[in-house]
């Protein structure tokens, strides 16, 4: 049941194009803005909470619960009696046979998919599309995709762009980041690539989420038949819930295009009933897309992991080196703490008469002690070389 209805006002615009557009404000605190666009691309923004989307798509609440931007839920289409329910990320969607809710139009990321909905949805016959009431040349063959069709399209473009656009954009810093850390490590760009690494994964589950989908489509026919509401409209199937039919029936934008609707789906009704081959090969090229751009983030990933293993034998070989120059150190400690031994024995204040008319012996002393001393240097460093603690 629909509440709160009673509390809205009603403006109406006109855009640049010259299209009518109906701006309906609510006073509910649910309230959630959403643009409404047809077949002939009639706009009409609505703040309306979640009972009248639900009353209008038919829909249940846990349908439309995945659309809640406060809700953390996957990238998902599903399809219902009389809808499809849409989260692709910024783009939460609904698609009936005859019109498009789009989430929060004001979004920046949102208001690109709203220009190219504007653009693709009419229906283009010949070379000409009408909008409007002004007419702009088109080229190519007639578009007789079924209305969700050309919005479902629209939408998995729009999530496939972004993804590649951010892929590119993580490509085009993180490689030179790389690159840098390579040839100089320093604390600045093991940060910087740090960040770089965190951005990767992020996105990388956003574009898995998004292919795993697409993925679960076509793996399920009768998923893919859920999507062809052009073709449950025009069999005439029942349409569940209270009520529903009457709508349906009484919409000023579906009840009046019954035939248009059925015309726009001539390809998908004919023969066999269970043909998804038309939406199967639109979400292939969608799936091959995002597919595509996981390769990228999987080959930027592996790039990372060779340079953090390039990093990590160069810190080895530096801590090595370390490891060299201290043994080294040690040793030439040990070494000279003999040979100060030596000394300090031969500088005590002590009285002796064995050095009385042997002054020769001093010199010998020297040698000897230092002679010594260079050779138990050299075997401790030729040891350390034999066991394997330095290198060559």
Not at 218 to 233: E, F, T, V
């Amino acid at each position: 049941m629909v509440r709160d209805v009673l509390a809205e006002m009603e403006t109406t615009s006109v855009d640049a194009a010259g299209v009518g557009m109906l701006v309906k404000k609510k006073g509910t605190a649910s309230a959630r803005s959403w643009i409404l666009i047809d077949t002939n691309v009639n706009e009409t923004i609505m703040d309306i909470d979640k009972y009248a989307i639900m009353h209008r798509v038919q829909i249940h609440a846990r349908d439309l619960r995945i659309l809640d931007p406060l809700l953390s839920y996957p990238s998902t289409i599903l399809g219902r009696e009389r809808a499809i329910v849409l989260n692709l990320e910024h783009i939460k969607a609904i698609i009936t046979a005859e019109e498009v809710l789009l989430r929060d139009p004001s979004d920046d990321n949102v208001i690109p998919v709203v220009e190219e909905l504007r653009r693709r949805l009419p229906v283009v016959n010949g070379n000409h599309a009408e909008l409007g009431g002004q007419h702009d040349v088109e080229t190519g063959e007639e578009d007789e995709s079924p209305f969700e069709f050309r919005a479902l399209e629209v939408f998995l473009e729009a999530i496939c762009s972004f993804h590649a656009a951010r892929t590119t954009e993580l490509e085009t810093d993180a490689y030179p980041a790389l690159d840098e850390l390579t040839s100089k490590i320093s604390s600045r760009n093991l940060d910087r690539v740090r960040k770089l690494k965190s951005a990767m994964t992020r996105l990388t589950a956003r574009v898995q989420k998004v292919r795993d989908e697409l993925e679960r489509l076509l793996d399920d026919d009768d998923d893919m038949a859920d999507l062809y509401l052009s073709r449950k409209l025009s069999s005439g199937s029942p349409v569940s819930g209270s009520g529903a039919a009457s709508w349906f029936l009484g919409s000023p934008t579906i009840g009046s295009k019954i035939s248009r609707a059925s015309r726009a789906s001539v390809m998908t009704v004919h023969g066999d009933e269970n043909d998804v081959e038309e939406l199967e090969m639109l979400l292939e090229a969608y799936f091959m897309q995002i597919d595509g751009t996981l390769n990228k983030l999987t080959s930027l990933r592996e790039y990372i992991d060779d340079t953090e293993d390039y990093i990590n034998i160069q810190l080895d070989n530096h801590r090595n080196q370390l490891i060299q120059l201290e043994l080294f150190l040690s040793s030439g400690t040990v070494c000279m703490s003999i040979y100060a031994l030596v000394t300090g024995i031969f500088g005590m204040n002590i009285p002796y008469t064995w050095n009385d008319d042997h002054g020769y012996m001093f010199k010998w002393v020297v040698i000897l002690s230092g002679a010594f001393s260079a050779v138990l240097f050299l075997l401790i460093v030729f040891y350390a070389r034999f066991k394997g603690l330095v290198g060559s």
